[in-house]
């Protein structure tokens, strides 16, 4: 379970202070997909980094799995980032000079996996990502955005993530090649029990959420229910 | 693959950039290794010239070399308090004297008894006597070198009619040890054959310096003589005490005093090398350090996306370290082929642009050219392991220098920013 208590980030802008996430408290149950909505600059991306240990939050906590990551240490963030968080992003944001298959292997070599385990795992995830074949060789600058954007979501199930964190994953794909990645992703999060949650400002994939949670100048609005699910 | 992996393969990730790096990497750390080499190279020069210098103070009479004291001499009595000085280990006192040769015509001040029934080697008009009370001492025959070749060294202080010549004069005159020969109307044994490196040497006939004093009646008077010293550097210290004891009368030199000027240059040479050296190495550290500067600033977004899926600090950091350091060694190897192929040439013209060369011109206490400074300037580029080692350790220190800086900026760079500069 994800927790979010009275979580603000606030940053130091020219003379003044902007305040990006603004008290926000929130539940997120393990297995569910949840869709963060909210204008430009309403702070999606900010909450989503501070739900990654990617920054931490000028006041309140935020708890995963039962432990306060606001309080971790720079060693056990990197350990947190590295086991608990998947990154998928909206950029891709592969290394350029590494194969599909290398870019996937990385982050198991950062918790210590094996070669010869790592290259097989990694084989296994770019095929359930449908990228079989020569492609899983090729180089990012030879890969079309959908085919980036595949390998982006194996390399964040590497190693198992219990929660995917992806911001706008379909933010530079055509409707139909989006389409096949919320469906990809939506499939881990039932398949394979994993929390995922969507920075999104797209209605249609917000809409296949479980659940929606909006934001506005940094304040989560009351819960709203996705079309056509139970809320949770 | 590994962060080490990851960094070679980086370092080749733009090729036109790791040309351009290692040519710019290797200029500078050739130019280290060429100052380098130079360095080493005067520095061994100057070594193996201090080494030949000896531990010698020489005495003689002011103005000998212009002829002015002919015929005056030092005597023995005013030497013996010299033995006595602090770092003297011994004194080769010497005689020199003079005969003329069979068949030549004898001039007017040529006395009956001063003639001697050898040739010379190479036609010099009169042949040289050296009465020393060290007779394998090279400098009591103007040489370097005097090495025995046959028979027995004579003692400095027998009284036999014994004498030592050159291999050239036993070849001339047909001598052997055993053979006889006269000089000042007595018959003198050959008692040793010996090789020497110098001309005025090849034509001396050595032998001791009670004998000597008999045959030509100067008893008690010596020429010169070489005082040695305990340690080189000692040597400043005694020469300075000698020429206080023996005032005017005497002309107190030490080689080392002849060869500083020369050293000096050398030493000039060594001083410019180094900091040369000093300068390339930091210019190859600046040069490292703004490419890796560089290459963070332009890769920031991807460490940002490293740490963000799980990479610490110091993976990243071996990562752009091992990066650095493939560029420095492709400048090393570049560096090392130039440095090694323009090495010898630098020195030489460093060394010939220095004062040394004409400084080995100077005159020795005989007049001639000082034996041990003839070749000051035939300074050998050396490149032994040394030289690549010290090489080698320059261009750790280069990467590790450059990487630091480095490494401090990866450390602070916050995933999050590059996450939110999408």
Not at chain 1, 164 to 190: F, V, Y
Not at chain 1, 205 to 224: C, S, V
Not at chain 2, 158 to 164: E, F, I, N, V
Not at chain 2, 353 to 359: E, F, I, K, N, R
Request: without cysteine.
């Amino acid at each position: 379970m994800l927790e979010a208590r009275e979580v603000t980030k606030s940053f130091r802008s020219g003379n003044g202070t902007v305040t990006a996430v603004n008290g926000v408290t929130m539940t997120i149950a393990d297995g569910e997909f949840v869709a963060i909505v909210g204008r430009s600059g309403s702070g999606k991306t900010t909450l989503m980094n501070l739900l990654g240990a990617l920054e931490r939050p000028t006041n309140g906590i935020i708890i995963a799995d039962g432990q306060d990551i606001t309080q971790l240490s720079p060693r056990e963030l990197v350990h947190y980032r590295g086991r608990k968080i998947g990154f998928v992003f909206q950029s891709y944001n592969l290394v350029p000079n590494l194969t599909s298959t290398e870019n996937v292997m990385l982050p198991m070599e950062f918790i210590g996996v094996g070669k010869s385990e790592r290259r097989t795992r990694a084989r296994q995830l770019l095929e359930q990502v449908e990228l079989t074949g020569v492609k899983q060789q090729r180089k990012p600058g030879r890969m079309s955005g959908g085919e980036q954007q595949r390998v982006a979501i194996a390399r964040a199930l590497a190693n198992k993530p219990s929660i995917i964190l992806a911001d706008e994953p379909a933010g530079n794909l055509d409707s139909q090649t989006s389409s096949t990645i919320i469906d990809l992703l939506r499939g881990l999060s039932h398949s394979e029990g994993t929390t995922v949650i969507v920075v999104t400002h797209d209605a249609t994939i917000a809409d296949q959420a479980d659940r929606m949670l909006q934001l506005e100048d940094g304040r989560l609005l009351p819960a709203t229910q996705a079309a056509g699910e139970d809320v949770r | 693959m590994t962060a080490v992996g990851r960094g070679i393969r980086n370092a080749f990730r733009n090729a036109v950039r790791m040309i351009s790096v290692v040519v710019i990497l290797g200029l500078a750390i050739g130019l280290s290794i060429v100052m380098l080499i130079a360095n080493h190279s005067v520095a061994a020069k100057v070594a193996t010239t201090l080494s030949s210098i000896g531990n010698a103070v020489n005495i003689g009479l002011p103005g000998y070399s212009t002829g002015m004291q002919l015929g005056k001499h030092l005597t023995t009595a005013e030497l013996a308090p010299i033995a006595h000085f602090h770092g003297v280990t011994s004194i080769d006192e010497i005689l020199s004297g003079s005969a003329d040769p069979l068949g030549k015509r004898q001039n007017a001040t040529s006395s009956a008894s001063a003639r001697t029934s050898l040739r010379p080697v190479n036609l010099s008009p009169v042949l040289y006597f050296s009465g020393s009370t060290q007779p394998t001492n090279p400098v009591s025959i103007g040489a370097s070198t005097l090495r025995i070749v046959n028979g027995h060294v004579i003692s400095g202080t027998s009284l036999a009619d014994a004498a030592m010549v050159s291999t050239a004069m036993a070849r001339k005159n047909g001598l052997k040890v055993g053979s006889t020969f006269t000089a000042y109307g007595k018959t003198l044994t050959v008692a040793a054959i010996f090789d020497s490196d110098n001309q005025t040497g090849n034509d001396t006939v050595v032998i001791s310096l009670p004998v000597l004093e008999r045959l030509t009646g100067d008893t008690g008077q010596v020429s010169s003589a070489v005082v040695t010293v305990a340690s080189l550097s000692e040597l400043a210290a005694t020469t300075s005490a000698i020429e206080h004891a023996l005032g005017p009368v005497a002309s107190v030199t030490s080689n080392l005093a002849e060869a500083s000027q020369a050293l000096g240059d050398l030493d000039g040479v060594k001083s410019i090398a180094l900091y040369s050296l000093t300068g390339a190495v930091g210019a190859a550290v600046i040069i490292l350090f703004l490419v890796m500067v560089m290459i963070v600033r332009e890769r920031k977004r991807e460490i940002g996306i490293l740490k963000a899926i799980g990479a610490s600090n110091g993976r990243i950091m071996a990562q752009f370290t091992t990066e650095a350091a493939t560029f420095t060694l492709l400048g090393l190897v570049a560096g090392l082929i130039a440095g090694i192929v323009t090495g010898s040439a630098v020195t030489a013209a460093l060394v010939s642009h220095s004062g040394a060369s004409s400084a080995t011109g100077s005159a020795g206490l005989s007049g001639a050219p000082s034996p041990f400074l003839g070749h000051l300037t035939d300074v050998s580029a050396q490149v032994g392991w040394g030289v690549i080692l010290e090489a080698l350790t320059a261009a750790v220190v280069v990467a590790l220098l450059a990487s630091a800086a480095t490494t401090w900026m990866i450390g602070r760079i916050q995933p999050a920013e590059a996450v939110r500069s999408e």
